[in-house]
Every structure is written in C-alpha cells, then in structure tokens.
C-alpha cells in the first residue's frame, strides 16, 4: 500500500507542474496591466519603471514564471499581493477557513440527502415515491446553481424573512456567546450549503439508485432471499455496502465540482472564501494572489482524488495493480 502510495504521489507531480504552468501562462498573458492602476500621467518615466519593477513585471514572462515556481517550491512563497502588500499565502489562509466549512457541510448534506433519497427511491422501484424523487433530483441537476440560490434568497431572506442571504457570520457576532455563535453560523450557512449541495445530492442519488437496484437484483441477493435471510440484515449488510463502494470513486470526481460550484456560491452569497477571493484577484488583475488560489485549487483536486482511490483500495482489497503500474 505504502508503494502504492508513493507512485501515486509522483504521478501527481507532473499534472501538478503542468496546471499551474498553464495557469500561470494564460493568468499574465490575459488583457490588462496591473500596474496601471498605479499610474498616472503626472509620473515620469523612471517613477512608471519604478513601479513595475517593483512588481517585477518588468522581466520576461519567462523569467517571472522562473523565480515565481523557485520561490513556491523552496519558500512555500507565492508573493505579495499587489493591492494589500499581503501575503498572498497568507491571504489564502484566511478565505481558505470559510472555504472549507461550507464545502463540508455541503457535501455532508449532499451524501446524506443523496444517499437516503436514492436508497428510498430503490426499494420503492417504479411506485410514486420514486417516481417523485427522480424527476426532482433531475430538476435539482437542470437549473444552474446561481439561479437556485437567488430563489432561495428571494423567499427565505427577502420574503419570508428566515434566513440571511448574505455573509458568513453577523456583525455582532463575536459579542455573542459560544452557543449563539453556533447559531448565528447554522443560520448564516444553510442558504449557501443548500444552494451548493443540492446538484451534489442529485448526483450521488442517481449513482445511489442505479447501484442499489442492480444489486437488489443480483444472483447472491436472490439467494439469501431464498434462504429466508432477514430482510434488513439483505439490506443494510450486503447491498448497501456494494452500493456505496461507487461513490467513494465519485467523490473525486464531485470535489472538483464543489470547489468550482463553491466559487459562485461565495460570490452570490459574499462569503469570505477562496472563490470570492479569486473573483476579486481577476478583477484587479492580482496576479499573485490569483496563482495562489489556482495553486491551491489544483492541490486541493489531486490530493482528493488520491485520498478517494486509497480509501477504495482499502474498503476493495481486490483492487489491485501490478508492481510496474501508476494509475
């Protein structure tokens, strides 16, 4: 497993070095100069020089790129923001933390709805439930996802007046007790995992469905049927693990997608994450901080779907590769 490990690791590596080079390419050849929010007319010649030297916009492309990727690998130092003066590692550390708990709790409801709906759905195969459940899923996966969270707001923040349809946390929130602080976060954050789960809860509920009625279906189901097997103990000890095993090599396949959907439902609900942060950093063309986000973007993606193949290789040991292979 250890040896496993490793070649998956360094397979990474180059799709890795491959993404962000791209990345780093397309980002400094876009249209647009970040230095000339800096400058005006009234400057001279050697002031303008100044200020993009101080950029170091004022060496080759690739020689930026150069000192750049020696500084990432090296120093861990992605450079400072050109707006703030920041560090736009540090930058990322802090949106990171609002990125990740509304990812989580996403995909927390997204497997439990998806996962529960889809189990229902296939025992209940063909009668109205199901019925019910599938065209609603195939809705949910149809309407793109900023139109689901402006309806959200629409009726739960603006008309209903339940919900809050904007911010992570309320002003006076560190005034607040620990038990109201938690409060005042669910509150804040069950418009924005809704809106980001809900396309994630229909995919794991088609996936959910199809597996759990194949394998209801399946020779060795049928025959502890015969025997008079309990119901339950069918259900719950043998279909529903083999139904499962699909989504774990799913959820490399979804993160991506939740980190993609995560950048629209932080811009639509101004959440302080990574994806607002990218957002703002094309904007203003901050091209260090943008790196640093795509950076992680692309770390984020590979490692998660290397966690998602070891965890299938330990739940199916009959997976398995010969010595001289890299998947």
């Known amino acids: 497993m250890l040896s496993v490990f490793l070649r998956r690791i360094l397979s990474l590596l180059p ?7 791209l990345s780093f390419i397309i980002i400094h050849l876009a249209p647009g100069d970040p230095a000339n929010r800096f400058l005006n007319p009234n400057q001279t010649p050697e002031m303008q020089s100044s200020i993009r030297e101080r950029f170091g916009l004022d060496r080759s492309l690739p020689v930026q790129y150069g000192r750049w990727l020696k500084n990432v690998i090296f120093h861990l130092d992605f450079g400072y923001s050109f707006y703030s003066g920041k560090s736009s590692r540090a930058v990322i550390a802090v949106a990171l933390k609002s990125t990740a708990i509304l990812s989580f709790w996403a995909l927390v409801f997204a497997l439990i ?16 439930i199901d019925y019910f459940c599938n065209n609603l899923m195939i809705f949910f996966l149809s309407i793109p996802g900023f139109w689901l969270g402006l ?3 629409g009726i ?10 904007a911010h992570l946390q309320s002003l006076y929130h560190h005034q607040l007790g620990p038990g109201a602080r938690f409060w005042d976060l669910a509150g804040h954050l069950i418009l924005p995992v809704i809106t980001l789960g809900l396309p994630l809860a229909a995919t794991f509920f088609k996936y959910i469905r199809s597996n759990m009625i194949e394998t209801l279906n399946s020779d060795y189901i049928l025959a502890a049927k015969a025997r008079g097997v309990n119901r339950s103990k069918i259900l719950w000890k043998y279909a529903l693990k083999n139904s499962l095993l699909p989504i774990i090599s799913l959820l490399g396949i979804v993160i991506p997608a939740l980190l993609s959907g995560a950048v629209i439902v932080e811009v639509l609900f101004a959440l302080p994450g990574v994806g607002r942060t990218m957002v703002t950093a094309v904007y203003s063309r901050d091209y260090p901080v943008l790196m640093a986000a795509v950076t992680f973007g692309f770390i984020a993606v590979l490692l998660c779907n290397l966690l998602a193949d070891i965890c299938y290789r330990i739940v199916d040991p009959r997976i398995q590769h010969s010595p001289g292979e890299i998947s």
């Open 15 to 21: 799709t890795l070095l491959i993404g962000i080079t």
């Open 113 to 128: 709805a998806g996962i529960s709906l889809g189990i229902l759905a296939a025992l209940k195969q063909n009668r109205f």
């Open 151 to 153: 309806m959200l707001i």
């Open 156 to 165: 739960f923040s603006i008309q209903l007046s339940w919900l809050p349809g």
